[in-house]
């Protein structure tokens, strides 16, 4: 039965990404008849990655290395009336191919899609999707539609010693009503399917979540948001999950730089047998202060509980100490973040973590033709079996814009996972060096000419 609802949801998938892409390119042709100024908003492209890694199944021994070739046709479609809609669509059908490995080798389509529509100047329908097939061994949080600014971060469950193949998408359709220059009433719904090959090693799973949200502001000083989260999570073989919770925060704003609020997190984990239920609580207090219009800086402190109906509580500290700059040519971010994570609806599962983690990077416009950019990361979870981590990760590249129609990058990293437990840690060296024909344009995803909407995601 529980393998049933996953294989609907995989099955589902294909059905939403037709009906998105037929409603979405079809609301500027209601718009704009004209046939030549449609088709000027597609821009084909295609990319060859050569990329290479000295240990692909992220072993601690018998290190499996490779070169892999990634071919991707892509079409991107970007259209934009301010204050109307927008669409911004991008397929990409990608074949991967390794040199070693031959039977490694598998078609991989993405697609990603960022739309809006104002149905009045007040009421606006949103939807994002995002579609992946990879066999990549530590998955992104941006691929796991996670919404986050960090650049160069993964989940912290990882397909180590087996290559395995996965389907992810996650469609969220949600819809604002602004009653105010601050004000903002949305509700959000989440489905998020996830299908691993290899049923027998890792976890399929499959959530659906449903999130409405509320921000106001009394007045130039005072202002509280509100935010709730029921999911429901079906997993292949760990017990399914139902969560309630949401988040309360108070505002006080003393001028445009200076803010401090106070906010109370809760979350309450039902799970079928065998599974133990638990509760969160997480009470912080916290400031923001902008520096000037580019540089932001945030403290926020307090600590957690978990409380299982039965065994041991879990607690310790809550902080984050971020420190972000926003500009054209040059932008960074640093980051000291104490907390726990919650691992679900991945390959491993592997539940609530405490969490620890430095992170810094840097992005650079050298010129108007060339970019160059550092990320630097120490990460440190505890698990709930008593696991600890060390993981260091470096990397860095940069693009070059030779011409309208062709750009060259290059990437490196190096990223080392130290563990308590024997045959658990890893190292891993990968180069990239790709070539990009064709224009996929980087247009803005931002919601111009509406607000954005901040969601909370469980």
């Known amino acids: 039965m529980k393998s049933e609802k996953i294989v609907k949801g995989r099955r589902a998938v294909w059905v939403t990404w037709t009906f998105l892409i037929l409603f979405f390119i079809g609301i500027p042709s209601w718009v704009h008849a004209d046939i030549e100024d449609l088709l000027s908003k597609f821009h084909p492209y295609i990319t060859v990655r050569e990329e290479y890694s000295n240990n692909i199944l992220l072993t601690k021994t018998n290190k499996l290395n490779d070169f892999i070739t990634d071919v991707y046709p892509g079409l991107r479609f970007f259209s934009l009336d301010p204050g109307t809609y927008m669409v911004d669509l991008n397929v990409i059908a990608s074949y991967v191919y390794y040199e070693k490995n031959h039977d490694f080798s598998f078609f991989s389509p993405t697609g990603k899609l960022n739309a809006w529509y104002a149905m009045t100047p007040n009421l606006t329908f949103r939807a994002r999707d995002y579609l992946v097939r990879s066999d990549a061994a530590r998955e992104s949080i941006s691929s796991a539609g996670v919404p986050q600014d960090q650049q160069g971060q993964f989940l912290l469950s990882t397909q180590r010693g087996s290559h395995a193949i996965y389907l992810r998408n996650v469609a969220e359709p949600s819809i604002d009503y602004r009653f105010g220059s601050e004000n903002l009433f949305s509700v959000l719904y989440r489905n998020n399917v996830y299908h691993n090959q290899k049923s027998d090693l890792f976890e399929s799973s499959q959530e659906n979540t449903i999130n409405p949200s509320l921000k106001y502001w009394f007045d130039i000083h005072n202002g509280v948001s509100l935010d709730f989260f029921h999911t429901a999570g079906h997993f292949q073989r760990s017990p399914d999950l139902v969560g309630d919770g949401g988040t309360a925060r108070y505002t006080y704003r003393f001028d445009p730089k200076l803010s401090v609020f106070g906010e109370y997190f809760f979350v309450r984990d039902n799970f079928k047998n065998p599974g133990t239920d638990y509760d969160v609580h997480n009470p912080s207090l916290g ?88 990320i630097g990361s120490v990460e440190r979870p505890m698990y709930g079996d008593g696991r600890k981590e060390w993981i260091w990760n470096v990397n860095g590249g940069g693009s070059y814009l030779l011409f309208r129609w062709l750009s060259l990058s290059l990437e490196g990293s190096y990223r080392v996972d130290r563990s308590n437990v024997s045959g658990f840690g890893y190292k891993e060296y990968r180069g990239m060096f790709g070539i990009t024909m064709g224009q996929p344009g980087f247009v803005p995803t931002t919601m111009i000419g509406q607000p954005t909407l901040q969601q909370t995601i469980y």
């Not at 409380?307 to 000291?336: H, N």
């Not at 726990?340 to 491993?348: H, L, R």
């Open 287 to 374: 400031t923001q202060y902008k520096f000037s219009p580019t540089v932001t800086g945030t403290a926020q402190g307090g600590y957690y509980w978990q409380i299982p109906d039965q065994g041991t509580k879990r607690k310790g500290p809550f902080f984050i100490l971020d420190l972000t700059k926003s500009a054209l040519r040059t932008s960074y971010s640093l980051q000291l973040t104490g907390r726990y994570t919650q691992d679900y609806f991945t390959a491993q599962n592997l539940g609530f973590t405490k969490y620890y983690r430095a992170y810094g990077m840097i992005n650079h416009m050298l010129t108007q033709r060339t970019r160059v950019w550092t």
